[in-house]
């Protein structure tokens, strides 16, 4: 059974509803390909630092997803506080399994059976980040 951790520095990115054009093809904004791409860059990064190998297609996969967004000055606390503000943690989860399927972390995203997700503003001495924490799981 193997890990893989990966931490990408930077401000969770959520992923956004598909726009329309006026003769009907769907798109996502430009500004989205650009973040896609460093975040799989990241990912690949992070698994050619820890020799991952893409899981076999019918194994089951476990996945921990901790969003850290900037401190907001409002925040008495020195330790991180839950976030329950928009962008919805849900199109967060989106955009990074989706990230992680390009990335060939695995074959398909359908692969995450266990998924544990958070969402908190960042503690007093930390800054945004986002951490993937991708198990093995044994049939």
């Given at each position: 059974?193997?890990?893989?951790k990966?931490?990408?520095d930077?401000?969770?990115?959520?992923?956004?509803?598909?726009r329309?054009?006026?003769?009907?093809?769907t798109?996502?904004?430009?500004?989205?390909k650009t973040?896609?791409?460093n975040?799989?860059?990241?990912?690949?990064?992070?698994?050619?630092?820890?020799?991952?190998?893409?899981?076999?297609?019918?194994?089951?996969?476990?996945?921990?997803?901790?969003f850290?967004?900037?401190?907001i000055?409002?925040?008495?606390s020195?330790?991180?506080?839950?976030k329950?503000?928009?962008?919805?943690v849900?199109?967060?989860?989106?955009?990074?399994?989706?990230?992680?399927?390009?990335?060939?972390?695995?074959?398909?995203?359908?692969?995450?059976?266990?998924?544990?997700?958070?969402?908190?503003?960042?503690g007093?001495?930390?800054?945004a980040?986002v951490?993937?924490?991708?198990?093995?799981?044994?049939?």
């Amino acid at each position: 059974m193997h890990n893989l951790k990966i931490i990408i520095d930077g401000n969770p990115v959520a992923m956004p509803r598909p726009r329309f054009s006026k003769n009907g093809r769907t798109y996502y904004p430009k500004e989205i390909k650009t973040q896609r791409a460093n975040i799989v860059a990241a990912i690949q990064k992070c698994m050619a630092a820890q020799s991952w190998q893409t899981i076999a297609k019918k194994l089951p996969v476990s996945v921990i997803l901790q969003f850290v967004h900037p401190r907001i000055k409002r925040n008495k606390s020195e330790q991180r506080e839950y976030k329950t503000t928009r962008p919805d943690v849900d199109n967060i989860v989106k955009m990074y399994l989706d990230c992680c399927t390009r990335a060939e972390v695995w074959h398909d995203d359908s692969q995450v059976v266990v998924l544990t997700a958070s969402d908190h503003y960042a503690g007093v001495y930390e800054d945004a980040h986002v951490t993937i924490i991708i198990k093995e799981l044994e049939q």
